[in-house]
């Protein structure tokens, strides 16, 4: 069975068994939602994730139901959307919730965090672990409602003016870096910048600064990164995968019809499979048009790698010692992170490690 289809029929299959649909459809009036994205629609496979979501909503309930998608600073801010959910100025959002670290560190762990979870184990802890629901505890506090819409795997680790050949290179290196990573990276003397996707060209043309990281190949390249940075590494050890959320105002899901809010369920599920597979997809060839527009494809040097994963354990150590929402749910996180790599590590780590070096 088509998803499509599925969606459009599963929110209704029990009612409709019961044979009182079409009454419990009516009892339920027009809505009409505003979704803010976080992000600009030149980015079509992320900003396009919110426009699936529309568009399973719309499809489901027959157009009774209708999601509008506003780019970021259409309606609020990219960084404002947790404000104006809180404030009611709108409904939903689609955003990395790792913006929103400095309001709490704890939102971090609803997105990315260096030397955390790849997607498919980030999907396991959501679904099958203790995730969605700690989460949600922690959600309640802003009267915000989160589901799962879009990951983007594994990331690449940026553009750079200059080669870095040492953690040393990193000192003074003004760097735009999402989120919560920043913590990390300064402690290597790096200046981390948190700068929307829209900007980041321009603040890497003007020097504004060193070096931006995004997302991978697909997105780098319609931003054009390459254009003012050559140096390309990997791998983006601050996101191992990027989970994006749906944060929908507490109230207004809670005033839908148990069926309209299995549609938004279902809606947001669908379209976080459909992101997670257009990036996988399209960074391969991406990838092989920025090396052949002049990238220089690199590997972060291992002193790098190790100088940012001591400095994360103390970032966390330091954060379990004042952020007590932060210990509790990185907590249940890092010890499915550590059975998750075990067992991976055996069975697809070594499998992926021989496939990548034969010739297909």
């Not at 409709?16 to 649909?21: C, K, L, Q, R």
């Not at 931003?223 to 590494?233: M, R, S």
């Not at 997670?276 to 220089?296: C, F, V």
């Not at 992926?352 to 297909?360: C, G, R, S, T, W």
């Amino acid at each position: 069975m088509e998803r499509r289809k599925f969606l459009k029929n599963a929110g209704l299959a029990g009612i409709i068994a019961a044979g009182t649909a079409p009454a419990i459809v009516g009892a339920q009036q027009a809505i009409r939602w505003r979704l803010a994205s976080s992000f600009p629609k030149s980015l079509e496979t992320l900003f396009g994730g919110a426009e699936t979501f529309a568009k399973n909503v719309t499809e489901a309930t027959g157009g009774k139901f209708t999601v509008s998608v506003h780019a970021a600073g259409e309606l609020v801010p990219a960084f404002g959307v947790v404000d104006a959910l809180q404030q009611d100025t709108i409904e939903c959002a689609h955003t990395a919730p790792y913006y929103f670290f400095g309001k709490d560190e704890t939102f971090a762990l609803d997105c990315a965090i260096p030397f955390g979870m790849n997607a498919r184990q980030m999907a396991a802890w959501m679904n099958e672990g203790n995730g969605m629901k700690l989460l949600r505890e922690f959600y309640a506090q802003f009267n915000i409602v989160n589901f799962m819409m879009g990951n983007s795997g594994a990331q690449m680790g940026g553009w750079y003016r200059k080669e870095i050949k040492s953690v040393a290179d990193l000192n003074g290196l003004k760097i735009r870096i999402g989120g919560f990573a920043g913590r990390v990276i300064s402690k290597l003397g790096a200046v981390p910048q948190n700068i929307p996707a829209g900007e980041i060209y321009q603040a890497l043309e003007k020097g504004t600064v060193d070096a931006a990281e995004w997302i991978g190949p697909y997105d780098d390249l319609r931003l054009g990164l390459h254009k003012v940075a050559k140096n390309y590494y990997y791998p983006a050890w601050w996101e191992g995968s990027t989970q994006f959320s749906l944060l929908v105002n507490a109230k207004a899901y809670n005033g839908l019809s148990k069926e309209y809010q299995s549609i938004v369920r279902q809606a947001a599920a669908d379209a976080h499979i459909e992101v997670l597979a257009r990036y996988d997809a399209r960074n391969p060839t991406s990838l092989k048009q920025l090396i052949a527009e002049g990238a220089k494809l690199q590997r972060l040097p291992k002193d790098v790698m190790d100088a940012a994963f001591k400095a994360s354990r103390e970032v966390y150590a330091e954060l379990n010692g004042k952020n007590p929402s932060w210990k509790k749910i990185y907590g249940d996180y890092s010890r499915f992170l550590a059975d998750a790599y075990q067992w991976q590590g055996i069975a697809e780590g070594s499998y992926d490690q021989y496939m990548a070096a034969q010739k297909l």
